[in-house]
């Protein structure tokens, strides 16, 4: 049973639309995550964050935004989607450092 | 810095062999290591865990040792299932920097009958 949630699970869309990929988790877990997956199939870190109104650039540039205003909410968006955005985009949460991260069944976005 | 090393795959092995998977690290510090599992279009899932020198982590018939000395964390199982397929990723926690993950670049294993 899923307690992160990510919405929606497959996404096509034109270039140049905006989208928010939500993440949301009723585990009232302080630290989130939002992982970038490529096509071979390693995880890069584009962005995360320890709490409310706390937010963080990942190891990899990205185009994208993100927001915390609640902690069990923390959505991703990019403003002006293209075909180098197509990929997976895993969200994950965690508690201390003596746990791992619980992740999301992802978003699959391709951009047309 | 810190970074995970997994052997390379694809692992194609047939139903009821022995499976390992190598993966060795480097920490700073004395990092809690992972075990996750990726089934075909799905998130990663925890599989097992171990967070000081020479404990076992175990989980549905897979384990893995801690071993400091060796800075590795090979993941076995005794004999393996077609539904064991899946991509595994081995990553490393510290106490600080964040508490973030530093995962391996994954190990995609096929298991056929």
């Known amino acids: 049973e899923a307690d992160i949630y990510q919405t929606p699970r497959y996404l096509v869309i034109g270039t140049g639309k905006k989208i928010t990929l939500e993440c949301s988790q009723t585990?009232?877990?302080?630290?989130m995550y939002w992982y970038q997956q490529d096509p071979g199939m390693e995880l890069h870190l584009i962005h995360y964050?320890?709490?409310?109104?706390?937010?963080e650039k990942g190891d990899l540039s990205s185009e994208s935004t993100v927001s915390r205003i609640r902690t069990e909410h923390f959505p991703l968006t990019l403003e002006s989607a293209r075909p180098s955005h197509t990929s997976q985009y895993l969200c994950?949460?965690?508690?201390?450092?003596?746990?791992?991260?619980?992740f999301g069944s992802g978003t699959r976005l391709t951009v047309v | 810095g810190n970074s995970v090393t997994q052997m390379e795959g694809p692992v194609t092995l047939s139903e009821e062999a022995f499976l390992t998977i190598n993966c060795t690290y480097t920490?700073?510090?004395?990092?809690?290591l992972f075990w996750y599992v990726q089934y075909p279009g799905e998130g990663l899932q925890l599989l097992l865990k171990?967070?000081?020198?020479?404990d076992k982590g175990s989980n549905k018939g897979f384990e893995a040792t801690y071993r400091k000395e060796t800075t590795s964390f090979h993941l076995e199982k005794g004999s393996v299932q077609v539904s064991d397929s899946a991509v595994y990723f081995c990553?490393?926690?510290?106490?600080?920097?964040?508490?973030?993950?530093?995962f391996g670049t994954g190990t995609q294993l096929k298991v056929e009958l």
């Open positions: 920490a700073t510090g004395y990092p809690s």
């Open positions: 171990a967070t000081k020198a020479d």
């Open positions: 964050s320890y709490g409310v109104n706390s937010t």
């Open positions: 994950a949460s965690s508690e201390s450092h003596l746990y791992g991260y619980t």
């Open positions: 990553a490393l926690r510290l106490t600080g920097g964040g508490n973030k993950l530093t």
């Open positions: 585990m009232g877990h302080d630290k």
